[in-house]
């Protein structure tokens, strides 16, 4: 957010409110004097800071020092960036002026970036005793606890050990969630400590949030203090946030004093905020608050109407000339009033021609060049012209039906086949506006299908790691092969998408596949929990209506980001979007999670509702349609259903959703994707085409891999299918996060099935705990989404972000072996994407041994051990022996139900031959006389056995071998 220069303009109302010349309020000036307020004995305003040296405006020489680095004072505002308690910058405040004070009013302006967290803006206690790790007694100010509530604090008794449980006042350790919550931007915080009354009374832009009593005062602390900005004595991190203002007075305001202080400042500070364009072509909203003062409008033109929040622009017809609007804006604080007023030009209408230019030069068309699904085209000008579309080229490849959205038409597409050149498809798209028509050729490239019909044989995943610093980033991890429970870190552990737009956080991706196969979109939620102040509370009342889009061919190619707005103005958060191509649509339906308000203006919203789940349907991910609840069912104060998943098996759909009510995951079925629920939850029975209920608490009270734990509560389910030929052996996985705020150890939990309907989920989370990927920065996956891919498609993602793990080349693995013997097939070495090599085992298929019993060549498929679990293929050679004197007939036979093995050795020459006689089940060695034949048997002692061979050696080294079938016996 941007702020005024304040120490200009609080000094400045300051000296006039003093000389008696300003009225507030419309009050007189002698009324003003009456909430008279003393001069601070330090005021920091930052805006005489010049290098460490923070000024003292109050004239008492109390400068401030700003130590470490990293600190900025720049436009009137010290912003301190957080970080370790050990490096993070702070300014440390002389005590001289505090020492022995029973009375004392602390009051900054605050804007915080810290979220909810163990931090502090404002301290004033005792030095660090020697061997103590933080002072004994304290005065601290942290504008957002771990609970989201303002937090202004006095120890109350001596316990050196644990001085935190001695705290009284609003947000205390011991009473977290008293007095007010975070309220979101910048805020005054004043904190007035009368020793003298014996009281500690906290207020919040003026109005009082809580008053205790306290037995102790600063001068209880002793006669030497330590005081600071952006820091405790506590082994916290630094405060992350910017302030506007500090003043310390040595005596204790009363109620109105302080609402005078906020009254004065806030519409100081109101005023300089506030930005009106100074030309308007459109319609534009207008603030109603600032700085916890109220704004209402006026205009004296009818060029521009004012409508609660928003600025109606009619612009003067063509020829009339431009017209010039003043906006008067009245600021309110209390009974204080001020009015300013902004000159905006509204220039005069353009013509038809111009509109109609104007409209079709701004058509285009995302990815023209490359087109592989369905896409949108607009049906109107942001100027007002009305477009038609018609196909001049092309066809037999492109049709139109309604589009998605009331403003759109859908562009149908039928695709070139496999194999065949791409096709260039040319829309004329004509613009008309009043009775002037304007007509431009657009040219569409339609690239030819995929071929083939590649399986998928491995996972990629797409996740981000938590709310710490740098982590509301997307990154991606590859399995180890056809293996959803063992993974490969990429990029070094460094995340590979980074926000440049909304609020620059990324939540929550979501990748899914074009049906044609050849597409891929990744959605996220647009949400930065770091540095938010009020946290996940104001994120669900004035957060982002936008989700973030990307799209690829290939995983690794992605187009910019798209920020695209898919909620309405009544929303205050768009939350972990998710995709499902619908075939009966022929559309994707796209669903998230929103808090609905009755009104547009975050500013008028007291708290958060309840989050529904939402839904609307895209042919591109470009234009949307007007959004739709999906589940609107309150499950307690603020509480609601959010981070739907959902996959299709046989014509139901199943839906996986986290019941807000206990934090768990609830399973409904249905054959309509779109059928609504409102409000209360389905049962388990009901009418197909209607929700019902599988399962509540799916997976609560199974081990959650964690040693001794348990899986309790969680979000972000993500349901998958898994490969054919998975090593896991099952059909389904379902991924839970459970992050630590909600017992977990803050990454996915696994569970997988064989049967999605059956709710019998096998707990599989020691399996992935060990192999995880994990960022740079330690953090895992947390809530995202894993899609099945085709080997090429992940030998592309390895080669571009493992080029260690990816296999470039297999040396040639050649192997003979004589007949009957089965062949030694070894190890493989290979070549990786880097130029670095290894050998490695592989897990080879079994080898029949009738592909042995002749000699000729046939090829094994083993899997090599690598981490990317790279097939390899084996050529063996079987050697034909000499011709032996001996021929041999192999058999079985059963003697009271157990399998015989026999061997008929015969000796066509004239002389004795000797022979040794070997299978599976033993080796005989036999002297086979002058055209005599010898019958040797083999008690196998097994009911049944599988095919082999018998194989007969003479000492001139000649071998032959005889097969034999597979025999069951009764």
């Given amino acids: 957010m941007s702020h005024p220069t304040l120490g200009r303009t609080l000094r400045r109302a300051a000296a006039v409110a003093a000389a008696g010349l300003v009225a507030l309020a419309g009050l007189p000036a002698a009324d003003v004097a009456a909430a008279d307020v003393p001069a601070p004995v330090i005021h920091y ?72 967290s163990n931090v502090a803006a404002a301290f004033i206690g005792a030095p660090v005793a020697s061997g103590a790790t933080h002072s004994a007694g304290y005065w601290l100010l942290n ?33 977290a969630t008293s007095g007010a919550r975070t309220p979101a931007g910048g805020a005054l915080y004043t904190s007035v400590v009368d020793g003298t009354r014996g009281t500690l009374t906290v207020y919040v832009n003026g109005a009082p949030i809580r008053e205790v009593s306290i037995a102790r005062d600063v001068a209880s602390f002793g006669e030497q203090l330590v005081a600071y900005i952006g820091r405790s004595t506590y082994d916290d991190p630094g405060w992350d946030g910017d302030v506007l203002d500090y003043a310390v007075y040595d005596t204790a305001l009363d109620a ?106 701004a058509i285009t068309v995302p990815g023209a060049a490359n087109v592989r699904t369905n896409l949108s085209v607009p049906t109107s000008g942001d100027l007002g012209s009305s477009i038609g579309w018609t196909v001049r080229e092309g066809e037999e490849h492109v049709s139109f039906r309604d589009g998605v959205s009331a403003g759109s038409r859908t562009v149908v597409v039928q695709r070139p086949a496999a194999g065949a050149e791409a096709v260039d498809v040319v829309l004329t798209a004509t613009a008309r506006s009043g009775d002037v028509t ?47 429970l063992a993974w490969n870190t990429l990029n070094d552990g460094e995340p590979l998408f980074t ?51 990307w799209e690829s061919d290939d995983l690794v190619t992605w187009s910019d980001q798209r920020h695209v707005q898919v909620s309405t103005e009544y929303a205050g958060n768009t939350w972990a979007p998710e995709a499902f191509w619908s075939e009966e649509l022929d559309t994707y339906v796209v669903f998230w999670a929103s808090n609905l308000y009755d009104t547009t203006d975050p500013a008028d919203r007291t708290d958060v509702t309840y989050n529904r789940m939402m839904y609307a349907t895209t042919d591109d991910f470009v234009t949307f349609s007007e959004p739709q609840v999906w589940v609107d069912v309150r499950r307690g104060a603020g509480r609601g259903m959010i981070d739907s998943t959902v996959a299709l098996v046989d014509g139901t759909y199943h839906r996986f959703t986290k019941d807000e009510a206990d934090m768990t995951i609830r399973h409904e079925v249905s054959t309509d994707l779109l059928a609504t629920v409102s409000g209360s939850l389905p049962g388990r029975t009901g009418p197909a085409e209607e929700w019902t209920l599988v399962q509540e608490r799916v997976a609560t009270g199974l081990p959650n891999g964690e040693t ?64 995880l990927p994990q960022n740079s920065d330690g953090g895992k996956p947390r809530h995202g989404t894993v899609i099945p891919v085709t080997r090429a498609e992940y030998q592309r993602v390895l080669e571009a972000y493992a080029p260690d793990i990816a296999v470039a080349s297999v040396g040639a693995i050649d192997v003979t072996t004589p007949v009957g013997t089965a062949p030694e097939l070894g190890q493989a070495a290979l070549t990786m994407a880097d130029g670095s090599t290894r050998t490695v085992d592989v897990a080879w298929a079994p080898v029949d041994p009738a592909d042995y019993a002749a000699p000729g060549t046939f090829t094994v498929r083993g899997v090599a051990q690598d981490d990317s679990r790279m097939p390899v293929e084996a050529t063996v050679t079987v050697l034909a022996a000499p011709a032996p004197a001996v021929t041999v007939e192999a058999g079985t036979r059963c003697v009271v139900g157990r399998v015989v093995e026999t061997a ?67």
């Fill in 708 to 771: 001794g734990r348990t899986f309790t509560s969680g979000e972000g389910a993500s349901v998958f299918p898994a490969n054919e030929g998975d090593v896991n052996g099952l059909d389904w996985f379902l991924f839970i996060d459970q992050p630590s705020y909600h017992g977990g150890p803050n990454h996915y939990i696994p569970f997988g099935t064989d049967d999605l309907g059956a709710g019998a989920w096998q707990p599989l989370g020691h399996l992935l705990r060990e192999n």
């Fill in 438 to 484: 304007r007509s431009r050729d657009l040219t569409l490239t339609l690239q030819p299908m995929p071929g083939g019909s590649a399986g998928t044989e491995a996972y990629v995943w797409a996740f981000f790691t938590g709310e710490g610093a740098g982590a509301e980033r997307v990154s991606l991890a590859a399995s180890r092969g056809n293996d959803a």
């Fill in 499 to 549: 926000s440049e737009l909304g609020t620059g956080g990324l939540r929550d991706p979501f990748i899914i596949r074009s049906p044609e196969g050849d597409r891929f979109f990744m959605i996220a939620t647009d949400l930065k929990i770091d540095g938010l102040p009020g946290g996940f509370r104001t994120a669900q009342i004035s957060g982002s209506l936008h989700m973030e889009v």
């Fill in 256 to 361: 109105g004093q302080v609402g005078e202080l906020f009254a004065r400042e806030a519409l100081d500070l109101a005023v300089g905020a506030v930005e009106v364009p100074t030309t308007a072509t459109a319609s534009f909203p207008l603030p109603g608050a600032s700085y916890g003062a109220r704004l209402s409008w006026a205009s004296d033109h009818p060029a521009i109407t004012v409508d609660g929040a928003t600025a109606t622009v009619t612009r003067p017809a063509p020829g009339a000339g431009d017209a010039t609007v003043t906006l008067t804006a009245t600021f309110t604080v209390g009974e204080s009033t001020r009015t300013e007023s902004y000159a905006v030009l509204v220039p005069q209408d353009l013509t038809d021609e111009e509109k109609a230019a104007t409209d079709l030069a």
């Fill in 904 to 970: 008929r050795v015969t000796n066509p020459s004239t002389e004795p031959v000797e022979v040794g006689v070997s299978s599976a089940f033993g080796t005989r060695t036999v002297t086979v006389g002058p055209d005599r034949t010898v019958s040797l048997t083999f008690s196998t002692r097994q009911q049944a056995v599988p095919a082999g061979v018998v194989s007969v050696s003479t000492a001139d080294g000649g071998t032959v071998g005889a097969a034999y079938a597979a025999r069951s016996c009764p």
């Fill in 143 to 175: 504008p957002s606890n771990p609970s989201g509530y303002v937090k202004s604090v006095v120890t109350n008794s001596v316990a050196p050990s644990a001085p935190w449980g001695t705290e009284v006042g609003p947000g205390a350790t011991n009473a």
């Fill in 45 to 116: 305003t930052f805006d005489n800071a010049g290098g460490s040296t923070v000024t003292d405006e109050s004239g008492n020489g109390h400068h401030g020092t700003v130590r470490r680095e990293g600190a900025q004072l720049r436009d009137g505002l010290l912003a301190l960036p957080g970080g370790s308690a050990s490096s993070a910058p702070y300014v440390e405040v002389p005590t001289a002026a505090l020492v022995g004070r029973k009375d004392l009013t602390i009051s900054t302006w605050l804007a915080p970036r810290s979220g909810p």
